[in-house]
């Protein structure tokens, strides 16, 4: 059973601060990781898709993963009040087309 | 450009009534999936289309099933619906491995 997990929080940041999203995935044939926004009452939206080990930035976010270890992590720096959602971790299998989603991290980056 | 556009946005359905949520896409992706989110869970598979002509179960498939009409529209229907399947229904769409989703569907079963 392939699982991805997430602190579900809230994680609460102030503004201006770095806010650390992390997730953990059980299968070590995945190859693709994405992180995905979803504000309240909203659809989910991409923010970044990561799929070699190491650092991927782009703007105020920087995607990290360590295959190793079995985990990706969603850094935000210089948190504003609009970065408040739930952030899902979604993790893809080379060959196939489904991903398997963890449950979400909530932050609440406080003004 | 609309994108992955899901109707309705809302309805409520009374227990053993049957439905059909539609989905379309304008991105010429070739797949297309239906997900469902509960509080708590995240977002589950039910049904999958890796390309026009082809679909298959996923996660959480019990109580429904889909048709791909083409490759721009893809459906699930639900036919004898229970108030275990109240959720928000995403429809998404992808070009290999980036999934793009519509804006969902609250459907309520009483």
């Known amino acids: 059973q392939k699982e991805v997990e997430q602190n579900s929080g809230p994680l609460s940041v102030p503004e201006g601060a770095i806010a650390s999203l992390n997730c953990t995935y059980s299968d070590r044939g995945s190859q693709s990781f994405f992180w995905y926004r979803q504000y309240s009452g909203k659809s989910p939206e991409l923010i970044m898709s990561?799929?070699?080990?190491g650092d991927k930035e782009d703007g105020r976010f920087t995607a990290q993963l360590n295959k190793a270890s079995q985990y990706v992590s969603l850094l935000i720096r210089d948190s504003q009040p609009s970065d408040s959602a739930t952030y899902l971790c979604a993790v893809g299998y080379s060959g196939t087309y489904k991903y398997i989603f963890g449950t979400g991290t909530r932050l609440k980056v406080l003004a | 450009n609309a994108g992955v556009t899901q109707t309705p946005k809302f309805q409520v359905l009374k227990t053993g009534q049957s439905m059909t949520l539609q989905c379309a896409q304008d991105m010429n992706h070739n797949s297309m999936y239906w997900y469902r989110q509960d509080p708590g869970m995240g977002l589950r598979l039910i049904y999958y289309?890796?390309?026009?002509?082809?679909?298959d179960k996923g996660e959480v498939p019990n109580g429904y099933n889909v048709s791909r009409l083409n490759k721009r529209e893809f459906s699930l229907r639900l036919e004898s619906a229970a108030p275990s399947q109240t959720s928000v229904y995403f429809c998404?769409?992808?070009?290999?491995?980036?999934?793009?989703f519509g804006p969902g569907t609250r459907l309520l079963v009483l």
């Open positions: 289309s890796a390309s026009e002509g082809t679909t």
């Open positions: 998404a769409s992808s070009d290999k491995e980036t999934q793009y």
């Open positions: 990561i799929y070699s080990n």
